[in-house]
């Protein structure tokens, strides 16, 4: 059986985890700034690859409601080019159009995988410092052309992690970047799920041939 994960990496060279480090800073009225990624990968003997993302955030001026976040973590696999139009389109965009289009690029497919982490963690005060890890599996199917059965060019894997905000009793979902101006029907929840800052980190990844 073919395996194009294999025929990228080589035989020669014992895999090993793949890993992204990610900084994140949430300040008030300021966009998030995420710090140069360093991104290494590797296959796993069955065809696919692990990605670890460390993720350090600092988020501040949170809803007061705010009692639990959590990250969303997603992965796929395609084409570099195919990634970095993904995060452009995502990266041009705020609020819930930001939202729907990393859902529609990211989400959705990473879902459907199985290739997807949540990690928790308390918010106080309206606040939270602190780092997680998060793991997940990628398959290698996606890197082969289902019309050619060919090895895709220029593989690359696309990661990303968005916050969720959740209230006491449980009420929440994902976070979004607010204007200025009071979205239109806004109600109670928005308060709990608007910030100042971009609520997402998003790497495009090589897939490197070995």
Not at 2 to 7: A, G, L, T, V
Request: aromatic residues 6%.
């Amino acid at each position: 059986m073919h395996d194009p994960f294999r025929s990228l990496c080589g035989n020669a060279r014992r895999p090993s985890a793949a890993a992204v480090v990610a900084i994140l800073s949430f300040i008030p009225m300021l966009p998030a700034a995420a710090a140069p990624a360093t991104v290494t990968t590797a296959a796993l003997p069955d065809g696919s690859f692990l990605v670890t993302l460390t993720l350090t955030a600092q988020l501040q001026a949170l809803s007061p409601a705010a009692a639990k976040g959590a990250w969303l973590c997603s992965a796929k696999a395609t084409s570099k080019r195919s990634n970095d139009a993904d995060r452009a389109r995502i990266t041009a965009l705020t609020g819930r159009a930001a939202l729907d289009a990393y859902q529609s690029a990211l989400i959705y497919p990473a879902h459907y995988l199985g290739q997807q982490a949540t990690v928790d963690f308390p918010i106080a005060n309206g606040q939270y410092a602190g780092s997680q890890t998060i793991t997940i599996k990628v398959t290698g199917r996606d890197l082969t052309d289902r019309n050619t059965g060919r090895v895709i060019d220029d593989p690359g894997v696309l990661v990303g992690c968005w916050l969720q905000l959740y209230d006491a009793t449980g009420k929440g979902g994902f976070a979004y970047q607010a204007g200025a101006a009071k979205p239109a029907g806004a109600n109670p929840e928005d308060a709990l799920l608007k910030i100042a800052s971009v609520p997402y980190v998003l790497l495009s990844a090589a897939v490197p041939n070995g």
